[in-house]
């Protein structure tokens, strides 16, 4: 059973593109996050979600939309996408503030 | 701002050999630290966690961590290194604010 699944997990788009990563976690947490992992592996926090408030934007540009229609999902929008978006974005789940995280797999975006 | 700072960007060790990785966090109250793994191509794995309680932690594949607060570090050790442990560790940690701040990362290599 896959705890936290992301798809797709390879995304290859133009720029200008508008795109859509989805994830999901079967664990019963309650907040959910996403991360940006740069080619130089530095793993950023963009957005944390609890009981599918937001609780942290990490100063991310407004063209990234985070939703999530329940508990157990957080999907990611990105409009109109840039170069520099080029990225592996983690989705993670974790029970609360403090918990242990889980990440799944990672969704590699190139932005032609 | 809280950081977390991983001095060694890379370490070679040959497979038998034991292995100290440093980290350093700076949040000043007692923060959750974390330790993961992140194999080639994948997403990252918890190996342990310190929150309170006994400054030494076990964890996952044989793996084991020591929070001195003195030093503000939190130092990952394994006293026989295997070449499956090859990989990227991040040091992590967490001021109780759904707010996770990883460091840059340690690339391990493992000789034969």
């Known amino acids: 059973d896959t705890a936290v699944s992301q798809t797709p997990k390879y995304l290859v788009t133009q720029m200008g593109n508008d795109k859509s990563i989805k994830c999901e976690q079967n664990?019963?947490?309650?907040?959910m996050y996403w991360y940006k992992q740069d080619s130089k592996k530095f793993l950023k926090i963009m957005f944390s979600y609890n009981n599918k408030e937001l609780i942290i934007n990490e100063t991310v540009p407004n063209r990234f939309s985070p939703k999530s229609p329940d508990k157990a999902h957080l999907n990611l929008h990105i409009n109109s996408l840039e170069l520099g978006d080029s990225a592996v974005y983690f989705c993670?789940?974790?029970?609360?503030?403090?918990?242990?995280?889980?990440f799944g797999p990672g969704t590699r975006l190139l932005v032609l | 701002a809280q950081s977390v700072t991983q001095p060694d960007i890379h370490i070679t060790v040959s497979e038998g050999a034991s292995l100290e990785l440093r980290c350093n966090y700076s949040?000043?109250?007692?923060?959750?630290l974390f330790w993961y793994v992140q194999s080639p191509g994948q997403g990252l794995q918890l190996l342990l966690k310190?929150?309170?309680?006994?400054?030494l932690v076990q964890g996952i594949k044989g793996f084991e961590a020591e929070f001195k607060r003195s030093q503000s570090s939190f130092n990952l050790r394994k006293p026989s290194v295997h070449w499956s442990d090859a990989a990227e560790y991040f040091c992590?940690?967490?001021?109780?604010?759904?707010?996770?701040?990883f460091g840059t990362g340690t690339r391990l290599k493992v000789l034969a």
């Open positions: 993670a789940s974790s029970q609360d503030y403090r918990g242990s995280q889980y």
């Open positions: 992590a940690e967490s001021s109780g604010t759904y707010k996770y701040i």
């Open positions: 664990l019963g947490h309650d907040t």
């Open positions: 949040y000043g109250a007692t923060p959750y």
């Open positions: 310190y929150f309170s309680g006994d400054t």
